[in-house]
């Protein structure tokens, strides 16, 4: 008997499977692996929201913050601040051409072609009025188009 | 052509449209070749379902970075195997931790196992073959069930042929000495 055995696993009949599988289980798997995967996927995603939430919460505060900061100084502080500035530069112009230009004609005309004496003049006529009051003027004729 | 195919079937999964439809498709095409292949390692079903979702959850993850240096087959029948050999060494460490006679529980187990209709012998060679270490087991499986050789063994497991045959041949001895020395 147990010599027959010995020889008996070799036999092909052992090749063949005697396991079976539940009616209609592959027909199902995908459907079930499918969900699971799903499942898988929501609960990443969650995790990683609710890891990011505390983060995602202090930068929300934080840029809540600077941008009414932002738009408080703005609407508060800066608009005037550019208004006077302008304002200054405009006087600056006059005085130095003083009668020849009229300060609202210098205004009107800045403000027609978008001209933002601030950014675009105001330190170099500055600087050319100290060195040299004749290349200021030239400069201004060009800048300005007169 | 089949693996033109499985080549369209991963580009269509890294698209994240047809993504869903992609892995269905890679279900159904393979799923029943490595259940088998797991159930032939594992041999009761509950536990091969177990070892065949986690293996297909790998393959999701791991398909964006496939490199396609193998066949889709041949790396995903690398990963149900690697699945089914942790499987097993933590089934062993239970057991050992948890009865005298390891046989006695995977016996049980066949003996309820409602999906399992072996007679006695083949119960016996199950339990013979379950006792192997497993990389023999693995390699025992694959050219006694699986009839491959040893070419493609090599090829989805990584390892030499010499090395698969003394593996095979180690089996062989273990297993006859099983059935020798049982009642």
């Known amino acids: 008997m147990m010599n027959k055995e010995k020889y008996i696993w070799e036999d092909d009949r052992f090749r063949k499977d005697p396991y079976k599988v539940p009616e209609g289980y592959f027909a199902g798997f995908p459907d079930r692996m499918m969900e699971r995967l799903n499942q898988i996927v929501t609960v990443k995603a969650m995790e990683k929201r609710s890891m990011m939430r505390p983060w995602m919460a202090w930068v929300s505060g934080i840029a809540a913050v600077l941008v009414i900061g932002w738009f408080g100084i703005r609407n508060y502080y800066w608009k005037p601040l550019q208004e006077v500035r302008f304002q200054e530069n405009i006087t600056l112009f006059v005085d130095f051409y003083g009668e020849e230009l009229h300060e609202g004609q210098l205004a009107g005309f800045f403000e027609d072609n978008k001209i933002d004496i601030n950014k675009q003049a105001t330190t170099e006529v500055n600087e050319l009025i100290q060195i040299d009051p004749d290349l200021a003027e030239e400069y201004i004729y060009e800048s300005v188009g007169f | ?183």
């Open chain 2, 1 to 183: 052509m089949d693996r033109t195919h499985d080549a369209e079937l991963i580009d269509q999964f890294r698209d994240p449209a047809q993504r869903d439809l992609a892995f269905r498709m890679i279900l159904a095409k393979y799923q029943e070749k490595l259940y088998w292949h797991i159930r032939r390692m594992i041999l009761v079903h509950e536990d091969t379902d177990d070892v065949l979702q986690n293996t297909f959850i790998k393959i999701w993850k791991g398909l964006p970075g496939f490199r396609e240096t193998s066949g889709l087959f041949t790396w995903m029948y690398r990963i149900a195997t690697n699945e089914a050999i942790t499987f097993l060494k933590a089934r062993q460490r239970e057991r050992a931790m948890i009865a005298d006679d390891p046989d006695d529980i995977i016996k049980g187990r066949l003996k309820s196992d409602p999906y399992f209709d072996g007679d006695e012998l083949f119960r016996k060679l199950q339990i013979a073959i379950d006792n192997l270490p497993p990389k023999q087991k693995k390699v025992f499986q694959m050219k006694y069930f699986d009839e491959m050789t040893y070419g493609d063994m090599a090829n989805i497991l990584g390892t030499s042929v010499g090395a698969l045959k003394a593996s095979y041949f180690h089996a062989v001895r273990k297993i006859q000495t099983a059935f020798e020395t049982s009642d």
